[in-house]
Nanobody
């Protein structure tokens, strides 16, 4: 059974950093495009970043460009999201998701498998 598990969330002050991890089990991650999404209370789930199967292509939402970095280690079956210069508006539940499409996407329906999410709170 395909399973994704996020970790690394927490409470951080504005300007701080967090590194989220997404671990896969039950499948080989390098066959999938992996995306990071987030959902704040009362808002729709939005795409944050996406990485292609071999890591050669990376996309970012405009709101996180220059602050967040996505990476993957297929040998460890894991994907990471390094988040720097965090802002209060980055507060949300962050999800990783897997897509069998061949290219990156920010569209929720393109991703068939989802983790349970990890809470990120940016507050002083």
């Amino acid at each position: 059974q395909l399973q994704l598990v996020e970790s690394g969330g927490g409470l951080v002050q504005p300007g701080g950093s967090l590194r989220l991890s997404c671990a896969a089990s039950g499948f080989t991650m390098n066959y999938y495009v992996i995306g990071w999404f987030r959902q704040a209370p009362g808002k729709e789930r939005e795409g944050v970043s996406c990485i292609s199967r071999m890591g050669g292509n990376k996309n970012y939402a405009d709101s996180v460009k220059g602050r967040f970095t996505i990476s993957r280690d297929n040998a460890k079956n894991a994907v990471y999201l390094q988040m720097n210069s965090l802002r209060p508006e980055d507060t949300a539940v962050y999800y990783c998701a897997a897509s069998q499409y061949s290219s990156c996407s920010a569209n929720v329906p393109d991703f068939s498998s989802w983790g349970q999410g990890t809470q990120v709170t940016v507050s002083s």
